[in-house]
């Protein structure tokens, strides 16, 4: 199916020259001058080689028929992180090339939307909120809180992110799946 290059997003899947490639990045650029473009970042599914192209946005590509569905992650190991499609309870594995920096925000029973070619996983979209516990960083000063400073933490699940002055080893927060932003203290 034919679709304009300026509507393509991350996660998508085009079909260049009969070889499947993943949109990791997707950036619509508006120069003062001229027209317009869009910048795809992507990776080879086949051998993961990463390509950057360029299209003016009125430029068409050929996205490739994907099938897109709800997988629990179950677990991961030596052959890869396992999915299960919580309907059928057929089970899949995701290579670690596929799952990518996403690792980090997996956790046991989490619903992702997995893109699968021909039965195999070539994409994979995490929920945009994910909830960790701090259990490391620098202890709060009285009198900090009121300011707009920020200080660095390190979650649970291993990855690093600035976190307001007034929160403290233990407590949960919610980070931004994309970047791994601190949102919000966790409700519960």
Do not use: C, W
């Not at 990518?100 to 996983?121: C, I, K, W």
């Not at 994979?124 to 009198?143: C, H, M, N, W, Y």
């Amino acid at each position: 199916m034919k679709v304009q290059a300026s509507s393509l997003r991350k996660g998508n899947v085009v079909d260049l020259g009969g070889k499947l490639y993943v949109v990791l990045q997707a950036q619509n650029i508006h120069p003062g001058k001229g027209t317009p473009v869009t910048q795809l970042d992507m990776r080879r599914i086949s051998d993961g080689v990463k390509i950057s192209e360029r299209y003016r946005t009125t430029e068409t590509v050929e996205r490739a028929t994907v099938d897109e569905r709800e997988y629990t992650f179950l677990y991961a190991d030596g052959e890869g992180f396992h999915f299960m499609n919580p309907e059928t309870y057929d089970q899949l594995v995701a290579s670690p090339d596929i799952v990518g920096d996403a690792r980090f925000y997996l956790q046991d029973g989490m619903n992702v939307h997995l893109s699968t070619h021909e039965g195999v996983p070539i994409a994979i979209e995490l929920p945009r909120l994910a909830t960790f516990e701090v259990v490391e960083t620098e202890p709060s000063v009285k009198g900090q809180t009121a300011s707009s400073s920020y200080k660095p933490a390190v979650l649970s699940n291993g990855l690093r992110t600035m976190i307001p002055p007034y929160i403290g080893v233990g407590t949960k927060i919610v980070v931004l799946t994309e970047d791994g932003s601190y949102q919000e203290r966790a409700k519960d």
